[in-house]
């Protein structure tokens, strides 16, 4: 199997977090483009990303935006995010050599993706989430969305991979169903969150268990709950996720949020 390593905030450059990945015999870093230092145009300069990662052995795989919206009603924020997808898929192509001489060339290059659940109105007696009351709109941009993603892939081994957060909504089900249906998507299943909301989300995810690529490993509680906690300090059946993430042979994030869990986590999964 094939462990990796968030960019983590403690980390104030890219070369630490390297440095990190290596001290504790990781495989990957996967680059979170929430932080400033990871934006489409940083990345773009991919010399800066391959030189430390041929030097250490390593390679990486990227998270998008947790804000990317490309279902927006607003045309112009959806076109600003397609664009941006468009943008790192083409870095993802530069950065394939990496995973293709240190990683598992089987395992797809990966890009991680969340649902956004778009904005809700308030009513006395409950609340109304606009995708689901607008649907027709909010799947015609997925249709548009899979479609562009198809094309700029093309044949390159990346797939998109959507990731459970907070419980997925009726509407993104059915919208993750359609993405299903290309080659070029797949799922991430984060067993974290999964245990902080309850596992809502696991009927979903085994029911769509051949297009589960990728894994988020942390440990987790429900009450209270509790999401990237090391491993070990929850109440997540730890080895039977890591035997069905082998078992789909699937790329797995240590994703903590910090250098001492993370430690702490590399130490136990030793065990």
């Excluded at 483009?33 to 010399?47: A, G, I, K, S, T």
């Excluded at 991680?112 to 904005?119: E, Q, R």
């Excluded at 027709?136 to 899979?146: N, Q």
């Amino acid at each position: 199997m094939q462990f990796g390593m968030p960019t983590l905030v403690e980390n104030q450059t890219l070369q630490e977090n390297v440095d990190l990945c290596r001290r504790l015999g990781l495989k990957f870093i996967e680059l979170n483009m929430n932080f400033p230092e990871y934006q489409v145009d940083r990345l773009e300069q991919v010399d800066a990303f391959i030189e430390p990662a041929e030097k250490a052995r390593i390679y990486y795989t990227i998270h998008l935006d947790e804000n990317l919206n490309i279902a927006d009603f607003n045309p112009l924020v959806t076109d600003a995010y397609l664009e941006t997808v468009r943008r790192t898929i083409e870095v993802a192509k530069k950065l394939l050599p990496l995973r293709d001489r240190y990683g598992d060339p089987s395992q797809p290059f990966t890009l991680n993706m969340h649902m956004n659940h778009g904005i809700y109105i308030t009513l006395p007696d409950r609340r109304v989430q606009m995708y689901d009351r607008d649907f027709d709109t909010y799947m015609a941009s997925f249709t548009r969305f899979r479609s562009l993603c198809e094309e700029w892939i093309g044949d390159s081994n990346i797939r998109i991979a959507i990731e459970n957060t907070d419980g997925f909504r009726e509407y993104e089900k059915k919208a993750i169903r359609y993405l299903l249906k290309s080659k070029r998507f797949g799922l991430t299943w984060d067993i974290g969150h999964s245990k902080a909301t309850g596992e809502k989300d696991v009927p979903f995810l085994l029911e769509h268990q051949n297009h589960l690529i990728h894994f988020h490993i942390h440990d987790g509680k429900e009450q209270p709950p509790k999401d990237h906690l090391a491993l070990g300090d929850g109440e997540i059946d730890l080895k039977s996720r890591l035997e069905f993430a082998e078992k789909r042979n699937a790329r797995c994030v240590l994703e903590t949020k910090t250098i001492k869990a993370l430690e702490t986590s590399v130490e136990r999964l030793k065990r």
